[in-house]
Nanobody, 123 residues
Framework: VQLQASGGGLVQAGGSLRLSCAGSGDNFSRYSMGWFRQAPGKEREFVAGVGWRGGGPSYADSVEGRFAVSRDNSKNVVYLEMNSLRPEDTAVYYC?????????????????WGQGTLVTVSS
């Protein structure tokens, strides 16, 4: 499966953005999907994940209550709705797909990656 992330940009603290990840190829609905981010000088970290049919969403503690992950299998798209953004949310955001029914929190659990989209939150 090939993944294309989009929707990043510059936003003020407290603002919102919605990221999209479009998948191509067969059986998109059979992949769990995850969002990760990597800030300059830091390791890639898990942000949110969703299972095959949209179930079992999971979130990093740092974004719980502010971000929401969802998917539309009819369109082969996964979304990350980001609200109450903070400067520390600034990073390149990546979507990833895993051959598993439930999303993991480790990058090594994912088989395919998109190219990343930059989110910059100004204070």
């Amino acid at each position: 499966v090939q993944l294309q992330a989009s929707g990043g940009g510059l936003v003020q603290a407290g603002g919102s953005l919605r990221l999209s990840c479009a998948g191509s190829g067969d059986n998109f609905s059979r992949y769990s999907m995850g969002w990760f981010r990597q800030a300059p000088g830091k390791e890639r970290e898990f942000v949110a994940g969703v299972g095959w049919r949209g179930g079992g969403p999971s979130y990093a503690d740092s974004v719980e209550g502010r971000f929401a992950v969802s998917r539309d299998n009819s369109k082969n798209v996964v979304y990350l709705e980001m609200n109450s953004l903070r400067p520390e949310d600034t990073a390149v955001y990546y979507c990833a797909a895993a051959r598993a029914s439930r999303p993991g929190m480790l990058a090594s659990q994912y088989d395919y990656w998109g190219q990343g989209t930059l989110v910059t939150v100004s204070s």
